[in-house]
């Protein structure tokens, strides 16, 4: 039996230099635990149905990038 040399990833996302002078990795002052929680909501609010997990993720950033101000207050 060979074996192979085993590779270590870590599983923490590393931003390349374009996407970090970009602003892709973060969602400006929106955190992703603001993001989470809101996007939980929207999957209550349709009625606890799975499958479309990323549509209501990036509704969630798209609310809260939108309205910056109210909802980060509230956390």
Known sequence: MSSKPKRIESLEPQATSTQAETGEVSVGNVGDEQVRLRAYEIYLERGERPGRELDDWLQAER????EPHSRAQEG
């Open 63 to 66: 609310e809260l990038e939108s």
